[in-house]
């Protein structure tokens, strides 16, 4: 009877002593967005462009380190204050501006609640217009291509793909099927065309998911046009 | 009277006792800390100490890793449920492959230094231990700079001094081309301290010193020469990346440190040719350890009951042939390996399964469609009904039946009626192939090199002591063969190839004239298979982001463009062989062949420019703001 007793008081102090908080707040602020390019939305591969953003002033530095998705969007849940967003070296199919004393340059971001903010860069290229319909068991492709860096920096087009997958994820790594163009290939930049036959899907299913990428040379990172779903 | 005594006696006794001074009262020797003085004043002692650093080294597969670290980059299948990871995913992590152990390095630099302040050592003891500490230590480098690129150069221990400041500390990333040149200048200096003997194999010896001089400057070369077409891997300071015009210097010393070797100076080596069968001779390379086997430089000794004995047999032996139930058959070569071996008359080709139009190639015995091959073939994987342990393998996937269906299992060995009979016959090999069906084959074929076939070595009491083959004659050969190739010397790089080659069968010699890169890749992919070189040399040639695209392989892309350099090889296919029922033909009863690809692999591998040299994680940038990140990270 007493032993119950000691245990009875025992289990009460330690559930009250437990009512204190013990931690620190979870992050609750958004930052989101998406690259842009005057405006217009830049798609790449999924999970294949990272991101970094550092906060400072917290003992050593690391970044807290994503990647966007193939849209091109990106969103990180963070703890209110001041933070640096970096592209690092090397990734993406566009240029990001570097400091003249060498490095990445970095875009300073004040947190204070959620926020939206898109990142401006310069592509290679960009796909203009796609046009995209299915029909004799085809999905045709139709688009224009900007060379958007003709300086010192310009770098030319390896291959243009045309790829379907009968998932929403669209790419290299992710396709049921695709076209190639040459980059050598191509003499114009405008109304280009591509197709490439639907393969029997498994399930069936009466749509796929399409969209267009150039692979520009010497850089890793195809750039893609906005997935579209064509239903056939 | 007598108590007085007493008390007197013990207040005496007591008095004199506390005579001796404080300090020496507990400045007692400890029994079980063993103090620098003594250690380097016995040479057994300090031996032991440099048995700890030898056991501290880091190969890229090795036994102690376990057979997981053979797998990957499409050479093999994983066939084990919890491994199918790596033929799943699409690519390898920024930081796959690093290492960072300046731990190690430390505990080298302290015995060096401790060494040279000792002085109860005979000289030559002395001499010996330091150069086997600085083979060790530029061996370490070599491995970081492989995977790393230029890392901080520490050779004296560093030691901190309560200052608070650390600053002195943090050192700077070397240049890539500093750490290999590290690596031959250590080399050179010790060659001449280290014991000239080719039967010293797992202690450091001349031949071992110059053979990583040699690869070490043959894979600077390449880097130099190849870094060119990448140029995106590279870092402005060259902590990544080399120079192409230092190519020529780096393939100059390379040919210089293999041909020591070859003109015997550093000990009689050459290569293992004792059985006559040329396949099993190429087997016993890695498996025997007398003094005949005048072929190993360098190796990783085990020693059955003795404790230091590993899984690699008991992990990757044919499930039908297994002295241990449920363990076996995890380590599957893939086709795309299998069929890069040559023809006998120099050419390449895909194993025949269909004829021109199309049709499937019968064939009586599973062995035929690997007769004339290179024998190396048959030495590095166990072919389906190939002998090991006296037993032959049984390893088909099914019947093929007479109106083109296939009559199967889902579980290995099982017995079925073939049509329009009642008897149940076995419809699948004790070894598979089922689809997903772990621990055997799922390829068609096993791994050979390094499977032990002494008795018991199967089982998990016993395990086995086949060592680990770090430095061969063979490599050198090679090393030797492309340096000469680069250097513009064909000629030599043939004679130094076609000796490889004729010890593998090829006995017509190549000339001059046939020795290109593609000669060189694929020579090395073949006789290194498995040895933990495929990573680097695609590294270092700058194929890997070629070879390993990303793309998923079609059978087209398998069979086509073998012994191309560039040919993708992102997913391992296996040859499935099927027994044909049609009592009516006359093929009844034969054999036929089709590429597939196993049912777990779904992805294909994609190697990053972020990948050629691995991360240097955040904790480490952090402590140290002087390392630059890698370039693509």
């Known amino acids: ?232 | 009277m007598n108590k007085i005594f007493k008390i007197t006696m013990a207040a005496v006794l007591l008095t004199a006792a506390s005579c001796k001074k404080d300090s020496s009262f507990l400045d007692v020797p400890p029994t079980q800390v063993l103090t620098n003085d003594v250690v380097f004043s016995d040479p057994a002692l300090a031996l032991s100490v440099l048995a700890n650093l030898y056991d501290r080294q880091v190969d890229f597969s090795n036994f102690d890793d376990g057979w997981r670290s053979f797998a990957d980059f499409s050479e093999s299948f994983p066939s084990e449920n919890g491994s199918y990871y790596i033929v799943q995913r699409n690519g390898w992590d920024y930081a796959e492959w690093n290492i960072w152990d300046y731990g190690y390095i430390r505990d080298l630099n302290l015995f060096i230094q401790r060494l040279n302040a000792s002085n109860g050592l005979a000289a030559s003891d002395k001499t010996r231990f330091i150069a086997e500490a600085r083979f060790l230590r530029a061996n370490y480098y070599f491995e970081m700079v492989k995977r790393m690129g230029g890392v901080p150069l520490i050779t004296e221990p560093l030691e901190y001094d309560y200052s608070g400041n650390v600053t002195n500390l943090q050192k700077p990333r070397a240049k890539e081309s500093d750490i290999y040149d590290f690596v031959i200048s250590e080399a050179e200096a010790i060659k001449g301290q280290l014991p000239v003997n080719a039967n010293e194999k797992s202690r450091a010896s001349a031949g071992a010193a110059l053979a990583m001089e040699a690869r070490a400057a043959v894979y600077a070369g390449s880097i130099a020469k190849y870094g060119a077409t990448t140029p995106q891997v590279s870092l402005p300071g060259n902590e990544v990346g080399i120079p192409a015009s230092m190519a020529n210097g780096y393939y100059t010393k390379a040919l210089t440190a293999a041909q020591a070797i070859i003109n015997g100076s550093a000990g009689s080596y050459a290569l293992y040719k004792v059985l006559p069968d040329l396949s099993d001779n190429f087997a016993a390379i890695f498996l025997d350890k007398s003094s005949v086997n005048q072929e190993t430089i360098f190796i990783e000794d085990y020693k059955v009951n003795s404790g230091r004995v590993h899984s690699f047999t008991v992990n990757d032996q044919p499930f039908s042939i297994s002295d241990e139930g449920y363990d076996a058959g995890r380590l599957n070569p893939s086709l795309n390996l299998v069929e890069s071996f040559e023809k006998l008359d120099n050419t390449f080709a895909p194993l025949p399964t269909k004829d021109a139009s199309g049709n499937p190639i019968f064939y009586n015995n599973q062995l035929d469609i690997f007769a004339g091959r290179d024998a190396r073939l048959a030495g590095t994987v166990l072919l389906p009904n190939a002998l090991f342990k006296g037993k032959r393998t049984d390893i088909f996937a099914g019947y093929l039946l007479a109106d083109n269906s296939i009559l199967s299992s889902n579980e290995a060995g099982s017995l079925k009626p073939l049509p329009g009979t009642t008897t149940p016959v076995q419809v699948v090999g004790k070894d598979g192939i089922v689809n997903g069906l772990e621990l055997r084959s799922q390829t068609g074929f096993y791994i050979r090199k390094y499977l032990d076939p002494q008795e018991g070595s199967g089982r998990r009491g016993r395990r086995s002591d086949v060592p680990l083959v770090r430095y061969r004659y063979a490599e050198v050969l090679l090393n030797a063969a492309e340096a000469a190739f680069e250097l513009g010397q064909a000629p030599l790089a043939a004679t130094y190839m076609n000796q490889v080659r004729s010890r593998a069968g090829l006995t017509t010699p190549l000339a001059a004239g046939d020795i290109t890169f593609d000669r060189i890749v694929h020579e090395r992919r073949v006789e290194l298979a498995f040895e933990g070189h495929i990573l680097f040399d695609m590294k270092r040639w700058r194929l890997a982001h070629i070879v390993w695209d990303g793309n998923p392989m079609s059978v087209t892309d398998l069979v086509s463009n073998i012994g191309s350099a560039k040919k993708r090889n992102t997913q391992p296919w296996g040859l499935w062989p099927y027994k044909y029922y049609n009592p009516a033909s006359p093929n009844n009863g034969k054999w036929l062949f089709r590429e597939t690809l196993p049912g777990p692999v779904t992805g294909a591998n994609r190697f990053q420019f972020g990948n050629y040299y691995s991360m240097i994680t955040g904790d480490i940038t952090a402590a140290n703001p002087k390392i630059v990140k890698q370039p693509n990270q």
Request: proline share 5%; hydrophobic share 40%.
């Open chain 1, 1 to 232: 009877m007493k032993k119950l007793f000691y245990l009875l008081i025992f289990t009460t102090v330690i559930a009250a002593s437990s009512c204190k908080k013990d931690n620190y707040k979870a992050p609750g602020s958004t930052l989101k967005g998406r690259l842009v390019y005057k405006g217009d939305p830049i798609g790449v591969e999924y999970n294949q462009v990272p991101f970094e953003l550092y906060q400072s002033g917290f003992g050593k530095v690391g970044p807290i380190g994503a990647s966007f998705d193939q849209d091109g969007n990106y969103s990180a849940l963070l703890f209110d204050g001041n933070y640096r967003f970096t592209i690092p070296a090397g990734q993406g199919p566009f240029m990001w501006k570097e400091r003249a004393t060498g490095g990445r340059d970095t875009i300073a971001i004040t947190v204070n609640g959620d926020q939206t903010m898109n990142i401006e860069v310069t592509p290679y290229y960009m796909i203009r217009s796609p046009q995209m319909a299915a029909s004799g068991g085809k999905v045709n492709a139709t688009f224009n291509i900007e060379k958007v860096v003709t300086d010192a920096n310009a770098k030319g087009i390896e291959r243009v793909n045309l790829y379907i997958n009968k998932t929403q994820f669209v790419s290299g790594a992710d396709n049921i099927a695709s076209a190639e163009m040459a980059g050598s290939s191509i003499t114009s930049m405008n109304n280009l065309s591509m197709s490439v036959t639907i393969p029997t899907i498994s399930p069936t299913q009466n749509y796929v998911f399409a969209r267009i990428g150039i692979k520009i040379a010497g850089v890793e990172d195809m750039i893609f046009s906005p997935v579209q779903k064509i239903q056939f």
